[in-house]
Structures are given as structure tokens and as C-alpha cells.
């Protein structure tokens, strides 16, 4: 079974930074030749997209309301996928989760849809103090 472990995530002031990791739990799954999408989630609302990079990590995509202030990127080497957040607020405050979809090697501009993805973490909480 695929899985996909998110970490970094923690409590942060108003205007502070963290940084989340994506990797895989182990097994013979790799990141490498698939688009990571980054997805959050607060209680009561459906996952929204957030951010994703393919699989070369040459394209990235961004929801509006993180341009500008998160960054996605990866290092394949480290079959790892980072997604640097700066200039946090409460708005922000949510469960991060990074998922893949079924496409290997995909040149296409990633889906925004949570139900297009196959491959979930559990997520790693982010919460932004006032």
C-alpha cells in the first residue's frame, strides 16, 4: 500500500514560516516521475488545493491565495517534496496533505480535485496564531 507521509507541520505566529516535507513511507513507491499536489483542509470544508509541482519540477501550480508567499519544489534525489510557506495568518490554519494522482510522468497542468487523487498522506496540522 502506497502511502505518503507529510511532517513540518506545527504552531506558528501570525507572520512566521514553516516548512513542510512530503516523502513516502518506504516500500518500492517513489515521488520521482509523478506530479505532488498539496491540498489542506480545515474541519468542515473540503480539501482545496494549494500548490502542485510536476514531476520534473520545472512547472509549478498555486492556488491565489498562497502566490506569492508559498513555495512548492522537490528534490528528487531525496524523493522528498517541500512546500515552503511564508507569511502565514489564520487563514492558513489547516490539515496539509500531499497526494499524487495515477499519471507517471505527466507534462499537463495538475488537477486542482482532491477525488483525481490516488495517493494520500495523513496529513500534518499547521496551525497559525493570531
Known amino acids: ?4 507521509v507529510e511532517s513540518g507541520g506545527g504552531l506558528v505566529q501570525t507572520g512566521g514560516s514553516l516548512s513542510l516535507s512530503c516523502a513516502t513511507s518506504g516500500g518500492t513507491f517513489t515521488l520521482r516521475g509523478y506530479t505532488v499536489t498539496w491540498f489542506r483542509q480545515t474541519t ?11 514531476w520534473r519540477g520545472e512547472n509549478t501550480q498555486y492556488a491565489d491565495v498562497v502566490k506569492g ?4 519544489s522537490r528534490d528528487n534525489t531525496k524523493n522528498t517534496v517541500y512546500l515552503q510557506m511564508t507569511t502565514l495568518s489564520p487563514e492558513d490554519t489547516a490539515v496539509y496533505y500531499c497526494a ?3 499519471q507517471l510522468f505527466s507534462n499537463g497542468r495538475a488537477s486542482y480535485i482532491a477525488n483525481d487523487m490516488v495517493n494520500w498522506g495523513k496529513g500534518t496540522l499547521v496551525t497559525v496564531s493570531s
Open 100 to 102: 499524487t494522482d495515477s
Open 69 to 72: 508567499r508559498f513555495t512548492i
Open 1 to 4: 500500500q502506497v502511502r505518503l
Open 44 to 54: 468542515g470544508k473540503e480539501r482545496e488545493f494549494v500548490a502542485a509541482v510536476n
